[in-house]
């Protein structure tokens, strides 16, 4: 099977989730024996289609454009017996530069009218590849791909085999979540394998590709509104903010529990078995404590009975030290916050928890 996976996000150097589940889908499409070709659309010239119907009357099949498009990858999509159409969700549909390339291809098809089931069509002047549609979104609900799919399922008709579409992107590379990461990304393989062995994506292999990060979609929705009012107050963009390692500082104990939480490193917690409380004064007044055991983490908020170690902090002084604003070691022994009980686990700390 000769598969050509194209890629239309921007992002690039570890950034896109629409590439991170690409190159899944693809290791699994190779392991089964099909020849792909990934393309990256940002490193082609793909003008767009100026609706001169050239195509179509003095070089029939042939563009007037003498781009990539025309000269490579078109005749690779008319050779292709699959096509993967990978795009970040824009407008809750695809992007300019997919949309792009997709109206390059009307030389597929010849001018005349013909009806088919009740429907105007173009008859094809050769082939056409069979088809999946690969998205992801940051949203949390798998609603937000309902335009996309409408319109691909309405384009392609019955070449569309698979639809790929992966909410809550964004939780793919949040050491929290690796061990679900990880899942989701065997079943994006396995989805790879399907196809070039059947053609089509079983509804096991799809249930766990789009299996839910979180039962709350609240706590995304704090963590997010949080990375975005600290990229607002740094004047950076999400790129510098990942590129400088921050983390989405808190604005109450229910959002510190919850970008705390995420930050868990179940890897280098596995062995350890502790009650962290933590006192705030200042600003945000309250207390919370983390029950970590078994490589995981449970939040709380109120007060613990027998906390291996306790923190006494004013909320800002604690957040500056969370968000790489301060030396905790330095607060530390300055006496701008308390620390009792099991000492080993505060130097610890930086290692179990991370961005």
Known sequence: MKVLALNSSHRSE???????MLNHLVEGMEETGADVEVVHLRTQKVKDCIGCFTCWTKTPGLCVHRDDMTNELFPKWLQSDLVVYATP?????????????????????????????????HPLRGNH???VM???????????????????NFVFRERLVAEIYRASAELLVVPRFAEKATAINEATKQAGRELVESMKVSSETMARIKQPFLEDKNIL??????????????????KEFGEKGL??????????????SMGFNPKTASDTKAILQFRFSGQVEGSCYFMIQDGTIQARNE????????????????????????????????????????????MRMGQMFGR
Request: some cysteine; glycine content about 6%.
């Open 14 to 20: 570890g950034q896109s989730k629409t590439e991170l």
């Open 89 to 121: 969700l824009y407008h809750f549909t695809l992007n300019a530069a997919m949309k792009a390339f997709i109206e390059r291809t009307l030389p597929v098809l010849q001018p005349f009218f013909e009806e088919r089931e009740g429907r105007t069509k």
């Open 129 to 131: 590849p069979a088809d």
């Open 134 to 152: 690969l998205s992801v979104a940051g949203f949390p609900e798998d609603s937000v791909f309902g335009q996309l799919s409408s319109w691909a």
């Open 221 to 238: 929705h704090k963590m997010g509104n949080l990375m975005w009012k600290t990229c607002i107050a740094e004047g950076i963009t999400p």
């Open 247 to 260: 983390i989405p500082r808190p604005d109450s104990i229910e959002t510190f529990m919850a970008i705390f």
């Open 303 to 346: 007060t613990a009975e027998k906390p291996n170690l306790t923190i006494e902090a004013p909320f800002e002084v604690w957040m500056d030290i969370m968000t790489g604003k301060a030396d905790g070691q330095q607060m530390f022994m300055e006496q701008k916050y308390r620390a009792v009980g099991d000492l080993s686990l505060l």
